[in-house]
């Protein structure tokens, strides 16, 4: 009886040391993603400056650079970037927050949703005035 007792309760701790260490990359993840957002969103140290001319500003291939290239395409991408953080940061600090992860999971999902239809527009109408 005690040895079953204590080979449950390895499995039960095993499986937690495992979960957390999952819950900590989600949540380094969505920290990084995150930071890495709000640089690009507020320029910080010209790094929105930076990808737009040396990335979104160039051709890809066949296509010419669309909506991304422009400062307005930019910022919505830019608020893409960090909303994909929210959904991870939600996602983790719901393993001990339920409320606080379930509020940044919302906002994250709700930033993502609305603002990849404003990207999908401006895609359109980019591709649209190039004709």
Known sequence: MMQKFRTKACF??????????????????????SVAGVVLLVNL???????????????????????????????????????????????????SAVTAGVVLLGVGLAGFAIMSLLAIRGEVATSRRGR
């Open 12 to 33: 039960v701790v095993t499986a937690t040391v495992k979960m957390l260490g999952i819950v900590n990359a989600v949540l380094v993840t969505g920290i990084l993603i």
């Open 45 to 95: 140290g010209g790094a929105a400056d930076y990808v737009m001319r040396h990335l979104t500003s160039r051709s890809l291939g066949t296509l010419p650079p669309g909506f991304a290239a422009s400062k307005q395409g930019f910022q919505v991408y830019a608020v893409i970037v960090l909303g994909i953080g929210l959904v991870f940061l939600g996602l983790g600090v719901a393993a």
